[in-house]
């Protein structure tokens, strides 16, 4: 096995298609077969089912594939590297988010580390968590700002909490429970909610606030994964959903929603950093995470004192 049969082992599961990837790669079709064929046969196993629906990697072929994304990427990043070192370039950086922490941490965090780092090249993306670990996995980031989810891939993730922030029940300025000095989870339960499907965290968070109370589990008048779409609908209408304490789109001194002044604590969400534990940290990596941790601390010391 050689880096040139892996990364067109790789060009080929991407695709879908030995003539798509042949292009991509710039070899000929028949190139491309004869090098897969012997990578096949060097390992002793079929690594992609072929039929007319196109190419399918087998069970060997996706666990190779994995192996393959990782190191191209960590070609990619020791190519970076080595451009720094010698002026000609400072690098790449990718980093993905979901949308909590796009809104302050992400932008705030870039802006300080590209006032010291002018010279890298940034790229952001923005995701559901489940989504992020994927792209962690296959090598597409460098580094993720995320919740941690359910179902956590220990084995090949590392996270590392860096913000805990309280989460409030909000609804239009003009709702029913709006003016009342004290809403209790009892309250809640005659109004609809815009959220996120389970097992989103928060999701299931609500769902333990109800059933801890011996209350019915709350019932979406709409799920959704947007958080324009969350204001969007909440705007004007008698339904409820959460925000982070830190939003301002409840907590601005413009802001068309509220908290409610719940009888009790409600959650908090936490955000953390995620990397690939096989990757290489890179100076440049190293130097966005101090960026993120000096963020967080404001905002986490913002937070304890709304």
């Known amino acids: 096995m050689d880096f040139r049969q892996l990364r067109n082992l790789v060009f080929v599961a991407r695709h879908g298609s ?11 079709q028949p190139a491309l077969s004869k090098s897969l064929r012997a990578l096949e046969q060097s390992i002793g196993v079929r690594l992609l089912d072929r039929g007319p629906w196109g190419v399918k990697p087998t069970e060997y072929g996706n ?12 070609s990619d990043e020791a190519r970076n590297e080595l451009d720094a070192m010698r002026g000609a ?14 809104r302050e941490i992400v932008p705030k965090a870039t802006r300080q580390f590209l006032g010291t780092h002018p010279d890298v090249a940034v790229t ?8 992020l670990l994927n792209l962690l996995i296959n090598g597409s980031l460098d580094l993720a700002v ?6 956590f891939p220990a084995e090949e993730i590392e996270f590392r909490t860096i913000l805990e922030i309280p989460v409030d029940i909000v609804a239009d300025r003009g709702h029913p429970l709006a003016s009342k000095q004290t809403v209790n989870t009892s309250d809640l339960c005659a109004y609809d909610w815009i959220l996120p ?16 109370a011996q209350l019915p589990l709350p019932q979406a008048a709409c799920e959704t994964t947007s958080s324009n779409l ?23 001194a413009d802001a068309k929603l509220t908290p409610l002044n719940m009888s009790g604590p409600t959650w908090t969400r936490q955000i953390g950093i995620a990397i690939r534990r096989k990757s290489v940290m890179r100076p440049v990596v190293n ?3 101090k960026a993120v941790d000096a963020i967080s601390g404001d905002i986490q010391q913002r937070s304890a004192s709304a």
């Open 63 to 74: 666990r190779l594939i994995e192996y393959g994304e990782v190191i191209l990427s960590l």
């Open 230 to 252: 969350q204001i969007a609908m909440l705007i004007g209408s008698n339904w409820l959903s959460y925000l982070t304490r830190t939003s301002a789109y409840a907590h601005a």
């Open 146 to 151: 995320m919740t941690r989810p359910r179902d």
């Open 197 to 212: 499907a389970r097992p989103d965290p928060d999701r299931l968070a609500l769902d333990s606030l109800f059933a801890t």
């Open 287 to 289: 130097a966005y995470l």
């Open 124 to 131: 952001l993306n923005e995701e559901l968590s489940p989504a």
């Open 18 to 28: 030995f003539g798509i990837a042949a292009n991509a790669l710039n070899v000929t």
């Open 89 to 102: 370039r400072r690098g790449l950086l990718r980093v993905g988010a979901n949308a909590t922490a796009m």
